[in-house]
């Protein structure tokens, strides 16, 4: 059983389409992230959910916009995409500060 | 300045040898200390984590905080082909009852055989 599962794994797309990335983790975690890792492999926090209610909003563009029908899902939905747009995106869930379980990765090419 | 500071490598070493990474920080308010390990095209995983100044030994890894210094450390021991991925640490400060995480941004390790 994985743990933090994401979908899809791969999403090849033009400019200006709509896209949404799906995740369910089965740990029981109360939170639940969205993560951003460039070319770099650079990761950088967008959102996080605590009990579906939204916690962590970083600087993210408005066309990206998460949404947690129940704890234990935490979806992101991403308009009008654009080529700097392309990255992998990751989910993770948490229960404390001790450290996330991550998903596998969804890797999204804009072109 | 970037709240976490990390070399990116790439770090080459024969099999056998220690291995040292590290990371210097800025933000006091970290409470726990973290390494992950991600292999190419996969997930960052979850290695060890630390809460204070101090030592932690797990296996062949060890990681060091020094926390008056800012200053943290992952030593591998006897180092593996399968040791080879890119290692980033990470701190984790407590947000508005949520646990918000700052990676480095990574080292990319090989080990040769």
């Known amino acids: 059983d994985t743990a933090v599962s994401q979908t899809p794994k791969y999403l090849v797309t033009q400019m200006g389409n709509d896209k949404s990335i799906k995740c369910e983790q089965n740990?029981?975690?109360?939170?639940m992230y969205w993560y951003k890792q460039d070319s770099k492999k650079f990761l950088k926090i967008m959102f996080s959910?605590?009990?579906?209610?939204?916690?962590i909003n970083e600087t993210v563009p408005n066309r990206f916009s998460p949404k947690s029908p129940d704890k234990a899902h935490l979806n992101l939905h991403i308009n009008s995409l654009e080529l700097g747009d392309s990255a992998v995106y990751f989910c993770?869930?948490?229960?404390?500060?001790?450290?996330?379980?991550f998903g596998s990765g969804t890797r999204l090419t804009v072109v | 300045q970037k709240e976490v500071e990390q070399d990116p490598g790439p770090l080459s070493v024969p099999e056998g040898a220690i291995v040292s990474l590290n990371c210097t920080y800025s933000?006091?308010?970290?409470?726990?200390f973290m390494w992950y390990r991600q292999y190419s095209r996969k997930g960052p995983e979850l290695l060890m984590y630390?809460?204070?100044?101090g030592n932690k030994e797990d296996g062949r890894f060890t990681a060091q905080v020094d926390k008056s210094s800012k200053y943290i450390s992952l030593f591998i021991r006897d180092s593996q082909p399968s040791d080879s991925a890119t290692y980033l640490c990470?701190?984790?400060?407590?947000?508005?009852?949520?646990?918000?995480?700052?990676f480095g941004s990574g080292t990319r390790l090989s080990i040769r055989p």
């Open positions: 740990l029981g975690h109360d939170t």
């Open positions: 993770a869930s948490s229960q404390d500060m001790r450290g996330y379980t």
């Open positions: 990470a701190m984790s400060a407590l947000i508005s009852s949520a646990s918000k995480i700052i």
């Open positions: 630390t809460y204070s100044s």
């Open positions: 959910y605590n009990n579906k209610e939204l916690i």
């Open positions: 933000n006091s308010a970290f409470q726990y």
